[in-house]
């Protein structure tokens, strides 16, 4: 009867979980939970990927804008 609860409580969490804001109790308190409920760990893993996707793509665009710059930088231009 607690396993809703549980899901509830580790849904909420999610994105603090996976920016790293819980602490340390609370942590091990989800990864728990992760390793017997195979539902909420699919949705950490979907959102996972999802930022790592996200958050690669803005690695690419970033350096490669800024290296244009520095090309720039580089180049005397008088
Ligand atoms: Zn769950």
Known sequence: ???PDKCDDAIA????????EL????RARIEAHLRECSPCLEAFD???DLRRIVS?????RV??????????LLQPSD
């Open 1 to 3: 009867m607690s396993m």
């Open 13 to 20: 969490q999610l994105y603090e979980f996976l920016d790293g």
């Open 23 to 26: 602490d340390d109790a609370a």
């Open 46 to 48: 979907f959102e996972a």
């Open 56 to 60: 690669s793509r803005c690695r690419d």
């Open 63 to 72: 350096p490669e804008e800024l290296r244009e710059r520095i090309r720039g």
